[in-house]
DNA sequence: TATTGTTATACTCTATAACTATA
DNA sequence: TATAGTTATAGAGTATAACAATA
């Protein structure tokens, strides 16, 4: 691979590598991960990230509105807008007036949607076993901890540097 | 909702919860730690992930070419390409002919380059260390042992399935 | 006035391929 | 013919703000 000569000689400080570094490697990660199953899904079904996810979180909680898919999905408001205008219109995602706050609405999934996503469930838990293929059962319990610690404390910092925040994909 | 039942073991039916969902996990993660990072030395130097990662390249080995820079760093060629034209323009990287292969060139951080390298290496592993604050020591390295596995399985699936393959930022 | 949700716009990425110059 | 690297182009994705409807 790279058999270049290093002059690091020290006048850095302390050292980065870059390949071990943590935000470097989670993203590298993600990337790879993220491209392999949502290559999957947008063959099947021709559907992105931000439409996989709404699915998911309809599939999983049945009827929300569309602040409530956003709040759990991670999306901000007008990725899930646009996702769910997708949805609809291949008629995977039916809405209903919410009689009591006209401004918002409970989306689900129709029958046609929730064909796709018990189609598409198992093939994405198969993906992530897949991945974690090599892990035994404590350290993919290990996995889950660490991650979730991670993102726990990513928020706390994101927050504490940047007090109005928007939104990732 | 409706807990579906899939084949395999009776007693729990196969239902995916997006909040635990390791590629989604990921992803969010990814994209939380890399805001908070990317933010501060976009602010400091007005730079964006792909220079960050040349220099940290170049910083950590000293010389290379745009090839070995892209297959360390995980990026395509024509993002190394831009990348380096950026830090070239603001006098942060300077190339050096290969009069052995002269389509090639070895590049690598001028003084400038240096300086704000050495600059962004402490807030980089400061950041990094704040992020895995509440982790023991043990909890670290079993965290880069993961890692390393994960990312590993991943690249070995993403080309089983896809033979033809890119990059990604 | 505040909130839910949609739309418009502009901007940034990204992927691909075409191109050059060397080999 | 193949490779290193650059540039052109087009498409996708993103953020922001403006907006409409309702509260």
């Given at each position: 691979m790279n058999g270049r000569a290093m002059e690091?000689?020290?006048?850095?400080a302390a050292k980065l590598e870059l390949e071990t570094f943590l935000p470097y490697r989670l993203n590298v990660l993600a990337s790879i991960v993220s491209q392999g199953l949502s290559g999957i899904y947008a063959k099947r079904y021709g559907i992105g990230v931000p439409e996989w996810r709404v699915m998911a979180t309809l599939g999983q909680f049945g009827a929300m509105t569309a602040k409530d898919i956003g709040g759990h999905s991670h999306m901000h408001k007008t990725k899930v807008s646009r996702a769910v205008a997708i949805l609809e219109k291949r008629q995977m995602v039916q809405r209903r007036a919410n009689r009591q706050d006209l401004r918002e609405a409970f989306l689900s999934l129709t029958d046609a949607g929730r064909a796709v996503y018990d189609d598409l469930v198992p093939v994405a838990l198969t993906f992530a076993a897949d991945l974690t293929e090599g892990l035994s059962r404590s350290e993919r319990a290990e996995l889950e901890a660490l991650l979730a610690k991670l993102m726990k404390r990513g928020l706390t910092l994101l927050s504490e540097h940047a007090a109005g925040l928007g939104d990732e994909g």
């Open positions: 690091g000689d020290g006048r850095s």
